[in-house]
């Protein structure tokens, strides 16, 4: 474990993000490449101390090859007046799913396939330990030196009937939140569901974008209002695929986007469709270039 700036030398950065940065940095003692993330937050920002805080209890407790390693949590200690919570993680040097649709546009269904079996096996892992990500989308799934795809980014993730505190209910907005998420019923004390599902939907919003090269639930040119995508998302039919796309493909996003968490694919029900199944290509990556 790595505990302290001391050992690490900062190359460059690698992104940006809500409250912090991600650097790619070297440990002098081993020359061992990581990402460091580090969260600066004052030390009345409460509200972040405390996302930085659950952030850093999950990272610990995560061990999975699908999902970003973390090699150590620590508090940089050089300022007194305002905390900074660094988490050195694997170094992912393919960069994000996000950047990767923006080099290709699209991937063709072989690639989405084995990233969809990746991404469901980390939420299979996470989901076990009783973790919701809540946060799944092409800039969450970062992509290492073999082309694999691994889950990162718990910054708003939450541990449901857990050991740790109850996360917030509020977790800002995204165009990739599930139906159930807009749902004034569980504002009120009506059924509640665990957020599991919610993680399906936006695999399977994240997989659409992958095969049609843009946000796939409203047109493109179409202003991404708050209105607008709660509408698409709530009420909107899904968008209907080229007639390219694999009857098997159309049935795994179908399962994934079915509007009523209740009768939605699981994780489990998902990681033995034949979308995932039938086409494991040996490479299995998702090779840059
Ligand atoms: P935020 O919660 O602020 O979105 P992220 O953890 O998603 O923070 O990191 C922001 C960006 O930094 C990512 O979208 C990605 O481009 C880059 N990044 C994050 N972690 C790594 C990593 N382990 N290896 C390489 N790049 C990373
Ligand atoms: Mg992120």
Not at 28 to 46: G, N
Not at 84 to 103: A, I, K, N
Not at 172 to 185: I, K, L, Q, V
Not at 249 to 276: A, M, Y
Request: glycine residues 12%; contains cysteine; negative net charge.
């Amino acid at each position: 474990d790595i505990k302290g700036l001391a050992e690490l030398e900062k190359l460059a950065v690698l992104g940006h993000g809500n409250g912090g940065t991600v650097y790619k940095v070297r440990q002098r003692r081993s020359s061992s490449i990581y990402a460091l993330k580090v969260l600066r937050f004052d030390h009345d920002a409460i509200g972040i101390w405390h996302q930085a805080g659950r952030e850093a209890e999950i990272l610990k407790r995560v061990d999975s090859q699908f999902v970003v390693r973390c090699h150590g949590v620590f508090d940089s200690g050089t300022d007194a007046d305002s905390g900074e919570l660094c988490f050195v993680m694997e170094y992912m040097e393919g960069g994000s799913l996000h950047d990767v649709l923006r080099l290709r546009r699209r991937l063709p269904e072989s690639v989405i396939s084995d990233v969809a079996r990746r991404v469901l096996e980390g939420l299979k892992y996470l989901h076990g330990m009783k973790i919701v990500h809540r946060d799944i989308k092409p800039s969450n799934l970062l992509i290492n030196g073999k082309g694999e795809v691994k889950i990162a980014d718990f910054g708003v993730s939450q541990v449901v009937a857990g050991s740790l505190e109850a996360g917030d209910s509020y977790v800002g907005t995204s165009a990739y939140m599930s139906p159930e998420r807009f749902d004034s019923e569980k504002w009120n004390g009506g059924p509640n569901d665990d957020g599991f599902a919610g993680d399906v939907w936006a695999l399977g919003v994240t997989m659409l974008e992958c095969y049609m090269g843009h946000f796939p639930l409203i047109a493109p040119g179409q202003k991404p209002d708050w209105a607008t995508l709660m509408c698409a998302i709530c009420f909107g039919e899904p968008p209907k695929l080229v007639e390219t796309a694999s009857p098997d493909f159309e049935s795994f996003i179908q399962r994934c986007l079915e509007k009523d968490w209740r009768n939605r694919g699981t994780v489990l029900e998902l990681l033995s469709h034949p979308f995932v199944t039938k086409r494991c290509t040996s490479a299995g990556g998702l090779f840059l270039g």
